[in-house]
């Protein structure tokens, strides 16, 4: 049993090629809550399930020429959000759901069955918890307005709200804890810091006796940087592997990096360096072969 | 002193020779078209470093390999510039010696069968030669080190290999006694069959050391047989022993019910002293996962709480007999003193006997004593008759115990008596 748990960051191409040489069986999705946000009106976001089921569901290309919803809801500050029908859609399941207290796996399940996803989507929390950025000034802030680079230096607290409440899905921590293996595919310190804060889902990777492993971004994006530094560590790829190295067994990285792998050396960590070639279709199927033997 | 060859595809030849020259390592290197052969010698301690080293940047599981060989002799070995926690062998050759024997498979049955058959006779003829030659055969050795090793290095494989390998090799071993004494018609409990069935703190002594001494051994690369034996002369006994107990209890033999029971209480006390020892002595030495840090802590965790768990049960199993310990030294001093103030009364007071012999037996539960004193005389006197009650009167008001004195006089010839000054 693999577990993949994502966030939706990056490199779709390889995430889609992973799973398709995967069993169905043997593997289990868990977008990770590390970025919905709640809207000022009560709608809950979660942005990495949106990107997922978007990626993942065949029969999405019909439905994605509709402007009907987004046409329907102009007059409501919704439309302000810069979402396609689809996103919408999944948003307003979302909200009622949760708001109904109804089960998020039953939501999960009807839609993947809908969509014609045939992987196995689980929700990690239920309900979910969402993430409060808030700034120097006192101002609330999503990740979404991190594309400019001052809201991302006026960061003063990153925090998840309605963690009293949320619990993580029993479903999903048996998966979980009976899992081979968990690869958190390039998360970010954002998601890691998830990882890290919420104590139910650390306890539960702390005792985790399989393996995971961390496949790392690439490089780091300037936002993600200014945010570990912000999170107390180096704003590099090795202030991100320190601040996930007692969370984790193993780093894929890019072998390439041979300054990472060196200054990597004291780190008590399995490191996996293989060949970051993302830009043909060789060089992804030779990553994605490497990343089959490491996770088997 | 160890021989170390890393073969690795030629694209990752840089990394690897980073690694060993961060080690500040001397090695050689031979290049064909795709491969790259890479050789150093180094000491036996220093290989869990290098090898750390190596498969942490993924030899030997995301590409190439590696093979650690014991080498007769080197002009020149390389000395990594970290320096070893301990001097003992890799975690990797600890494993490799001990997972074979840990395994529960045809051969292990059928090792553990002979070894329990010659323990039987060995008991149930009192013949020490052919006990120790079922010791040599050394069944639960890798078994028992495994599930130490399997806990400190948090292989849940090893560990469950491990424990079902000892539970059934020591049921095989029951059961075996068991059937192996029926077919033994007229036999009788032998003193070698009492000891076993009478557990005392030196078997507990002796499990202890035997744990540490086995556990010193895997380490340190000694042939693992040699100390196998001291493992099994604490398991294979009182396993072999319940089973012959079992077969006294069918034919009615009055001490089977004792036989079974202390025997049973030893087995556990050597199982729980053994383990627990190994595993205290693993954890002193280093021996972790290589892995990570989070590994490392999950081991550490379910090593305390194991360790916790295993002297817990070690000391209510171990309790009974530590208090039988100190009873039974307890009564030794009593009755000692009692045999002083008796021989001083009858030296005191009756000078011209003396005494042949004395035994006193003290029933703490009853509170009796009884005193078997035979006396040594010239002629019987009527006032001799007396003797017994005295010497009740003084143990019995000194020691506040009822006293129970079986007395006998004993004549002695005159040519004795000149020979003893009598």
């Not at chain 1, 790829?237 to 193993?250: N, S, T």
Request: with cysteine; glycine share 4%; net charge neutral.
């Amino acid at each position: 049993m693999i577990t993949v748990l994502y966030d939706g960051k990056d490199s779709d191409r390889i995430f889609s090629k992973l799973i398709k040489r995967l069993s169905k069986n043997e593997l289990t999705i868990i977008p990770l809550p590390s970025y919905d946000y709640e809207t000022d009106n009560g709608l809950h976001v979660s942005p990495t399930l949106n990107h997922l089921i978007k990626m993942m569901g065949s029969r999405i290309n019909r439905m994605l020429g509709s402007y009907k919803i987004t046409y329907t809801f102009r007059e409501f500050d919704f439309s302000t959000l810069d979402m396609n029908d689809l996103e919408l859609v999944l948003t307003f399941l979302n909200t009622i759901w949760i708001s109904k207290g109804k089960p998020l796996t039953e939501l999960y399940e009807k839609i993947t069955r809908s969509l014609g996803i045939t992987y196995k989507l689980m929700p990690l929390y239920d309900p979910p918890p969402h993430l409060v950025i808030k700034t120097e000034s006192g101002e609330t802030i999503t990740y979404d307005m991190f594309s400019e680079i001052e809201n991302v230096e006026s960061v003063k607290e990153i925090s998840y709200s309605n963690l009293d409440k949320a619990k993580i899905v029993m479903e999903t921590k048996m998966i979980l804890e009976n899992s081979k293996v968990i690869l958190l595919f390039q998360i970010s310190p954002i998601s890691l810091h998830f990882l890290k804060s919420v104590g139910s889902l650390k306890k539960t990777l702390e005792n985790f006796k399989g393996t995971i492993i961390y496949f790392l971004p690439q490089k780091l994006i300037d936002v993600d940087s200014i945010l570990l530094q912000k999170l107390g560590y180096e704003g590099t790829l090795e202030g991100l592997v320190k601040m996930a190295h007692e969370q984790i067994d193993a780093i894929i990285l890019d072998d390439q990096n041979q300054k990472l792998i060196s200054d990597l050396s004291e780190v008590k960590l399995t490191l996996y360096p293989t060949h970051y070639e993302f830009n043909s279709k060789n060089g992804i199927n030779k990553f994605v072969n490497d990343l089959l033997k490491i996770l088997k | 002193m160890r021989g170390v060859h890393i073969i690795i595809p030629v694209d990752k030849e840089q990394m690897i020779i980073k690694a060993l020259e961060n080690l500040n390592l001397k090695y050689e290197k031979m290049t064909c078209s795709e491969t790259t052969l890479i050789m150093l010698s180094i000491s036996d301690e220093h290989v869990e470093t290098v090898v750390d080293a190596i498969r942490k940047i993924g030899v030997g599981t995301l590409y190439g390999s590696y093979q650690v060989y014991t080498l007769e002799f080197a002009a020149e070995t390389t000395a990594p510039e970290v320096k070893p926690k301990t001097r003992r062998i890799s975690r990797e050759e600890i494993l490799s010696d001990i997972w074979p024997q840990a395994e529960f498979n045809k051969n292990y049955i059928i090792a553990t069968i002979l070894a329990s058959i010659l323990a039987t006779l060995g008991l149930l003829t009192d013949n020490i030669i052919i006990t120790i030659a079922s010791m040599i055969i050394a069944p639960f050795f890798g078994p028992i080190i495994g599930v130490s090793l399997g806990i400190v290095l948090n292989i849940r494989e090893l560990r469950s290999e491990s424990f079902k390998s000892e539970v059934v090799g020591l049921i095989t071993s029951v059961l075996t006694g068991f059937f192996f004494s029926l077919m033994l018609p007229y036999s009788t409990p032998t003193s070698r069959i009492l000891a076993v069935s009478y557990p005392t703190y030196i078997d507990i002594m002796f499990a202890i050391t035997a744990g540490l001494a086995a556990s010193i051994s895997v380490i340190s690369a000694t042939p693992l047989s040699l100390v196998g034996v001291a493992i099994a002369a604490s398991l294979v006994p009182p396993a072999v022993n319940i089973g012959i107990g079992m077969t006294f209890a069918l034919r009615g033999e009055p001490l089977a019910l004792s036989m079974i029971l202390g025997s049973a209480q030893l087995l556990t006390i050597n199982v729980l002293a053994i383990n627990t020892m190994s595993l205290v002595f693993f954890w002193i030495v280093g021996i972790k996962p290589a892995e990570s840090i989070r590994k490392e802590i999950m081991a550490r965790k379910m090593a305390m709480r194991r360790l916790l768990g295993l002297t817990l049960v070690f000391m209510i199993v171990a309790a009974p007999i530590l208090v039988n310990t100190i009873n039974y030294y307890h009564e030794k001093s009593l009755e000692s003193q009692m045999k002083n103030d008796i021989r001083k009364f009858i030296k005191t007071y009756y000078q011209d006997i003396v005494i042949i012999n004395l035994d006193i037996a003290h029933d703490r539960i009853k509170n009796i004593t009884y005193v078997y004193l035979d006396l040594g005389v010239r002629v019987i006197s009527d006032d001799y008759r007396v003797i017994a009650d005295e010497i009740a009167q003084i143990i019995s008001m000194k020691y506040k115990t009822n006293v129970i004195v079986f007395m006998k006089l004993i004549i002695i010839s005159r040519e004795v008596s000149a020979l003893t000054g009598f």
